[in-house]
């Protein structure tokens, strides 16, 4: 006879020791770690953020966060998106963590959790309600967005170079492909 293993929830692991320069996550309630992540993904990240802070604070929409931010989609399901959004008129869900979904959620993908960012996250974001998943490919240099429909994303655009990033949460913003993309120096 197998003995069924437990399924771990927030309780049991909000306590735990930060891995650094590891992604922590609950799965259906097993724990997942992501090594760190190698510079595209960071530079990529870094740039983005900027874009997207810099567009959320001069309008005034709400809140941008990034990872390591827990966003707790129920006891057994709890991500750290590389960067997310909350809506000024929810941003009551937005305690130590975010207590339920983001209205944008952003991930960069890395060669080790590819899979379990287009696949698993994908399939969780929509089903919890993320109105809106970008999943930006620096190998490819693209950054694909897609919108809830009932509980199921459909693409909106994938951008590459001069395309810009088409988004129905973050109106007015103007951000391109080639500027999640670009070098610092």
Known sequence: M???EKKL??????DRPEDVGRKTELVDGRIVVSPSAGSRHGLAN?????F????VRANRLGRVFV????CILDEHTVY???LCFVRSDRIGIVKDQIQGAP???????SPSNSAHDTETKFRDYARYGVEEYWIVNPEESSVRTFANRLGRFESIRVSRGDK???TNVLAGIRVTAADVFAQNS
């Open 9 to 14: 929830t927030w309780d049991d692991i909000k």
């Open 2 to 4: 197998a003995i069924a």
């Open 103 to 109: 209205d944008l959620a952003i991930e960069i993908l």
């Open 52 to 55: 997207l802070l810099s567009h």
């Open 67 to 70: 990872a390591p931010i827990d």
């Open 80 to 82: 750290q998106p590389d």
């Open 164 to 166: 810009e990033i088409a």
């Open 46 to 50: 870094a740039n983005l953020g900027f």
